[in-house]
């Protein structure tokens, strides 16, 4: 089992940035990728950012150029540096981990972009 814990949301106007955390904790040896992903009131949940254990690093294509996906090894947490904020990305942020024995999902956390 894989423990995924999300923080750093909140309320932030346009234009402004926000960083959030993903501390991962139990059966963390044979992740082969993470990422963040979001979901918006009456749409579907979309990957934003991943990173696998290989460094490999995929933006979707709104945020490329604002935000930045990176991790910390040392201290098992996984980033999401959020600049240039746009309302739409008001969203419930996810943390994912992903193993072949399946696929692990933080509680999310709150992201709202609004003047």
């Known amino acids: 089992q894989v423990q995924l814990v999300e923080s750093g949301g909140g309320l932030v106007q346009p234009g402004g940035s926000l960083r959030l955390s993903c501390a991962a904790s139990?059966?963390?040896?044979?992740?082969?990728?993470m990422g963040w992903y979001r979901q918006a009131p009456g749409k579907q949940r979309e990957s934003v950012a991943t990173?696998?254990?290989?460094?490999?690093?995929n933006y979707v294509t709104s945020v490329k150029g604002r935000f930045t996906i990176s991790r910390d090894n040392a201290k098992n947490t996984l980033y999401l540096q959020m600049n240039s904020l746009k309302p739409e990305d008001t969203a419930v942020y996810y943390c994912?981990?992903?193993?072949?024995?399946?696929?692990?999902w933080g509680q999310g956390t709150q992201v709202t972009v609004s003047s």
């Open positions: 139990g059966s963390i040896s044979s992740i082969y990728a």
């Open positions: 990173i696998t254990s290989g460094g490999r690093i």
């Open positions: 994912n981990a992903q193993k072949l024995s399946g696929t692990y």
